[in-house]
């Protein structure tokens, strides 16, 4: 019989190696074997947990003589037990038949039993200390400081929590009405303060993609940052291009915002396509003719020059850790780098080929140095006929390292880290 330590010491393992999602591992496992789907719950919580906590764990088996640490299958069973020994409540039944095949001895995995994590980190000082309470890579912290956040220890916590989640609505949906149906079914919203359109899922996020007025395209799910990206643009009566589309929540907004049409390209056709793609939810919000599809590098435009452009380019997506923990578990320095590198290349594209008047929105769903102030930075030095445009948005921090910018922050604001700038050519 197998147990659900040893699903999730699976899951951790895959999806590391492959560098894609626990979720997509998940699913996969759970097709092929759907007489375990009883064991889901449990499952989720330790991937998760493990996810959230892998730097602590390696470090608290280390102290007991364990070690090096690893991604295979079997260190990350071990990191299971140790997270239920630190975190849970251990079963002596499973620990017994676990343990061996961790590589561990049982009576160790017992000496790991409630203890604080506080004191698992207490041999360390300064930013090790904090890499390893938080399991976060020492360069992510080092780019975060370069970035100017100051509160780091709460914005890591919040990083490592589960988010709060949102709804945007279609602007002909009485909002009322929708709260009212979405209780029924077991669903809580309340009005956010700050955008007209999104709503705060308040109970009930798990069923949020199951109810009636979702599958008929009443509202998407999206996080409040990543709206504000569109509000940001202003599309209406515009022409607008989404170079880095991926699965069309930011072109579908636009859409809903007032564009005349949208061009949403993407160099990867899979984006557009499967269960989370993007003809997927524009079939879904009835959007099939407000927004074309086009697959394209948006290092060489697909479209003529246009007045709103939105570059919402790959990242290294530390920004939405809150739902996809594991990604930190391979991210290294070298990833940001390079993304860096292809946004500004994005950037700059889109400035050259915007028409005059444009406006540029570049955002990312990251709070690194390099791939936000950096990239704008350096696109404005490059090209003299573009200039930061300094707006007021409705809520955010301005960026310490470029005036006029944006970065929104979990802990601050209750939505993904964001940066956004927005430009406007000459």
């Given at each position: 019989?197998?147990?659900?330590?040893?699903?999730?010491?699976?899951?951790?393992?895959?999806?590391?190696?492959?560098k894609?999602?626990?979720?997509?591992?998940?699913?996969?496992?759970?097709?092929?074997?759907?007489?375990?789907?009883?064991?889901?719950?449990?499952?989720?919580?330790?991937?998760?947990?493990?996810?959230?906590?892998?730097?602590l764990?390696?470090?608290?088996?280390?102290?007991?003589?364990?070690?090096?640490?690893?991604?295979?299958?079997?260190?990350?069973?071990?990191?299971?037990?140790?997270?239920?020994?630190?975190?849970?409540?251990?079963?002596?039944?499973?620990?017994?038949?676990?343990?061996?095949?961790?590589?561990?001895?049982?009576?160790?995995v017992?000496?790991?039993?409630?203890?604080?994590?506080?004191?698992?980190?207490?041999?360390l000082?300064?930013?090790?200390?904090?890499?390893v309470?938080y399991?976060?890579?020492?360069?992510?912290l080092?780019?975060?400081?370069?970035?100017?956040?100051?509160?780091?220890?709460?914005?890591?916590?919040?990083?490592?929590?589960?988010?709060?989640?949102?709804?945007?609505?279609?602007?002909?949906?009485?909002?009322?009405?929708l709260?009212?149906?979405?209780?029924?079914?077991?669903?809580?919203?309340?009005?956010?303060?700050h955008?007209?359109?999104?709503m705060?899922?308040?109970?009930?996020?798990?069923?949020a993609?199951k109810?009636?007025?979702y599958?008929?395209?009443?509202?998407?799910?999206?996080?409040?940052a990543?709206a504000?990206?569109?509000?940001?643009?202003?599309?209406?009566g515009?022409?607008?291009?989404?170079?880095?589309?991926?699965?069309?929540?930011?072109?579908?907004?636009?859409?809903?915002?007032?564009?005349?049409?949208?061009?949403?390209?993407?160099?990867?056709?899979?984006?557009?396509?499967?269960?989370?793609?993007?003809?997927?939810?524009?079939?879904?919000?009835?959007?099939?003719?407000?927004?074309?599809?086009?697959?394209?590098?948006g290092?060489?435009?697909?479209?003529?020059?246009?007045?709103?452009?939105?570059?919402?380019?790959?990242?290294?997506?530390?920004?939405?850790?809150?739902?996809?923990?594991?990604?930190?578990?391979?991210?290294?320095r070298?990833?940001?780098?390079?993304?860096?590198?292809?946004?500004?290349?994005?950037?700059?594209?889109?400035?050259?080929?915007?028409?005059?008047?444009?406006r540029?929105?570049?955002?990312?769903?990251?709070?690194?140095?390099?791939?936000?102030?950096?990239?704008?930075k350096?696109?404005?030095?490059?090209?003299?006929?573009?200039?930061?445009?300094?707006?007021?948005?409705?809520?955010?921090?301005?960026?310490?390292?470029?005036?006029?910018?944006?970065?929104?922050?979990p802990?601050?604001?209750?939505?993904?880290?964001?940066?956004?700038?927005?430009?406007?050519?000459?």
């Amino acid at each position: 019989m197998v147990l659900p330590e040893e699903i999730a010491a699976y899951i951790l393992a895959v999806a590391v190696r492959d560098k894609t999602s626990m979720r997509s591992v998940a699913e996969e496992f759970f097709s092929r074997h759907p007489e375990l789907d009883y064991m889901k719950p449990v499952v989720r919580v330790l991937t998760l947990g493990v996810a959230r906590n892998y730097l602590l764990l390696d470090h608290a088996l280390r102290k007991l003589g364990y070690g090096p640490p690893s991604h295979a299958r079997r260190w990350m069973l071990a990191r299971v037990l140790a997270y239920e020994a630190v975190f849970g409540k251990l079963k002596r039944s499973r620990v017994e038949k676990l343990a061996p095949k961790a590589g561990l001895r049982v009576e160790d995995v017992y000496k790991l039993r409630g203890a604080d994590p506080d004191d698992i980190v207490s041999d360390l000082r300064g930013l090790d200390k904090l890499s390893v309470r938080y399991s976060f890579p020492r360069w992510i912290l080092e780019e975060l400081l370069t970035a100017g956040v100051h509160d780091l220890d709460k914005l890591l916590e919040a990083l490592n929590s589960d988010p709060t989640r949102y709804i945007r609505v279609a602007p002909w949906v009485d909002r009322r009405r929708l709260a009212r149906e979405l209780r029924e079914e077991g669903v809580v919203v309340e009005p956010d303060p700050h955008l007209p359109d999104v709503m705060v899922i308040v109970e009930g996020a798990e069923r949020a993609a199951k109810t009636r007025a979702y599958s008929e395209g009443l509202y998407t799910i999206q996080d409040k940052a990543s709206a504000l990206v569109s509000h940001l643009l202003s599309p209406r009566g515009e022409v607008a291009a989404d170079y880095t589309a991926g699965a069309a929540v930011k072109a579908s907004h636009m859409a809903w915002l007032g564009a005349r049409y949208v061009v949403a390209s993407d160099v990867k056709p899979l984006r557009f396509t499967g269960r989370y793609g993007a003809r997927g939810l524009l079939q879904r919000l009835r959007l099939g003719h407000m927004v074309e599809l086009v697959v394209a590098d948006g290092r060489r435009p697909a479209t003529r020059p246009l007045r709103r452009i939105l570059v919402d380019p790959p990242c290294t997506d530390i920004g939405r850790l809150q739902y996809e923990p594991e990604v930190k578990m391979w991210l290294t320095r070298g990833d940001a780098k390079m993304y860096s590198r292809i946004q500004r290349q994005l950037l700059d594209a889109a400035v050259r080929n915007a028409a005059p008047g444009a406006r540029i929105v570049y955002s990312v769903c990251t709070l690194t140095y390099s791939e936000a102030e950096r990239v704008v930075k350096r696109v404005l030095r490059d090209n003299s006929d573009v200039e930061l445009v300094k707006v007021k948005p409705p809520f955010g921090d301005p960026s310490p390292k470029l005036p006029g910018a944006i970065r929104t922050y979990p802990h601050r604001h209750r939505t993904q880290g964001f940066f956004i700038a927005v430009l406007e050519k000459g």
